[in-house]
């Protein structure tokens, strides 16, 4: 997969990730994770992402700077107006704004008015309501895409049910692959292999 050479830009977000390694505080992913999902993105050159669960935009951050090594453009969602003021400071600090349209929303309503088409999909907000975000999305989700999850653990946790239950029922389909990345906060990778 070719990237975009974006060198200056790449030390801006370095520096930028570097100065706030011990500031993510807001349930934020850990930097591992963000860097799962900047691999996935880049090596499958995806372009059409959609991030459910904002905050102050640590997964945005590494999601919108493998968006720049590959041309593509996110949409994310938060429900929180505090959070979502912090994450538009964090993203114009790192200086990847022009790859994120970012939503104060609540997913609930946005998601299903979404048109799409996504190629890749981060699920992070309310656990409760992953199986339903992603019987929403999965329709507007290119074949070849990938639906990332994350917080799944097959052994689950504690007020974690709701993770458990998408786990089992996205490893019930037939026309994706799931498997489960536990090297941080447990990522469930689902790629889409045929449309049914
Ligand atoms: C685990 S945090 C996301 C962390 C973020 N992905 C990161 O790594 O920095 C979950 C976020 O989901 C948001 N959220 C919860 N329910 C939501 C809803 N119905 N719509 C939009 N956002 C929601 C919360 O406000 C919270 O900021």
Same mark, same amino acid.
């Given at each position: 997969q070719e990237t975009l050479d974006t060198t200056g830009l790449d030390t801006k977000v370095k520096v930028f990730l570097e100065s706030q390694k011990s500031e993510w505080r807001?349930?934020? &992913?850990?930097?591992?994770d963000g860097q799962l999902l900047y691999d996935i993105i880049v090596e499958n050159g995806y372009t059409k992402g959609l991030e459910i669960g904002t905050s102050t935009g640590h997964s945005t951050i590494w999601i919108a700077w493998a968006f720049s090594k590959t041309g593509g453009k996110l949409i994310t969602i938060d429900i929180d107006e505090t959070r979502y003021k912090k994450a538009l400071a964090n993203i114009k600090?790192?200086?990847?704004?022009?790859?994120v349209d970012a939503r104060l929303a609540d997913a609930h309503e946005l &998601?299903?008015?979404?048109?799409?088409p996504f190629d890749f999909v981060f699920s992070d907000a309310d656990k409760d309501w992953y199986t339903n975000y992603f019987k929403e999305v999965s329709p507007k989700l290119e074949v070849?895409?990938?639906f990332t999850a994350h917080n799944v653990r097959p052994e689950g946790r504690r007020g974690m049910s709701g993770t458990r239950a998408y786990l089992a029922y996205v490893q019930s389909l037939e026309n994706y692959s799931t498997t489960v990345d536990n090297s941080g906060g447990g990522m469930a990778i689902s790629y889409k292999k045929a449309e049914k």
């Open positions: 807001d349930m934020n &992913v850990p930097a591992s600090e790192a200086g990847l704004t022009n790859y &998601v299903k008015k979404l048109e799409g070849g895409g990938c």
